[in-house]
């Protein structure tokens, strides 16, 4: 199996990027990146610890995240499994790096930075939704903010309706659980119990 080693050997084969792609890129969240920003309901967050990587799905209708400044995004840390594997990363490497989805839009936005870890009661407050604070916020300082151009989108056909996964189709998390646990936890009624549950701790 030939691999590569070298910076040079990839240039090798992919060349040096063109200027649009060196352009797009700022130090700071722009008037038009903002816009895509604060129209995104999903984010991925990646981390990096001790441990290992991690990338995490947070999403909220009506804004992921709350842009404080130019340079500064607020990242409520709303009900998840309780794993926190995201914010033990962040305690031994502030290094996070975001990517943004716009349902419907084929450009993605990636922020990358460093966050710290808020517990500010007065910050907390802020973020309150249906009556639940976050139990921390990250603060992220932006580093570099750019879009990644449609090709990904437009190659999975990502939100074509005609290409949507009948779940029907996939292992349920049920399923998941009771194989990895030899049915210790899952089957059954962890699936008929979850819509209900799901629905009582969202926030």
């Not at 008037?31 to 990338?55: M, W």
Request: glycine share 8%.
């Amino acid at each position: 199996m030939s691999t590569i080693t070298t910076p040079e050997e990839l240039e090798a084969i992919y060349g040096r990027p063109g200027e649009a792609s060196l352009v797009k890129e700022a130090d700071r969240i722009t008037p038009q990146y903002r816009r895509f920003i604060e129209a995104s309901p999903f984010v991925a967050l990646a981390t990096s610890g001790p441990g290992g990587l991690d990338c995490s799905p947070r999403g909220e209708l009506g804004g992921v995240l709350h842009i404080e400044d130019e340079k500064t995004l607020m990242l409520p840390d709303r009900r998840g499994n309780n794993r926190i594997d995201s914010l033990r990363n962040v305690l031994h490497d502030p290094r996070v790096a975001l990517l943004f989805l716009v349902p419907g839009s084929g450009s993605t936005i990636r922020v990358n930075g460093r966050a710290v870890i808020s517990v500010d009661p007065a910050l907390l407050d802020r973020f309150t939704a249906q009556g639940k604070a976050p139990r921390s916020v990250l603060v992220i300082t932006v580093e570099t903010v750019f879009f990644q151009c449609a090709r990904a989108i437009l190659r999975s056909e990502l939100w074509h309706p005609e290409r949507h996964v009948d779940p029907r189709s996939l292992p349920t998390p049920g399923q998941i659980l009771a194989a990895q646990s030899e049915d210790r936890v899952g089957g059954a009624a962890y699936d008929e119990e979850w819509p209900a549950r799901a629905q009582k701790t969202l926030w």
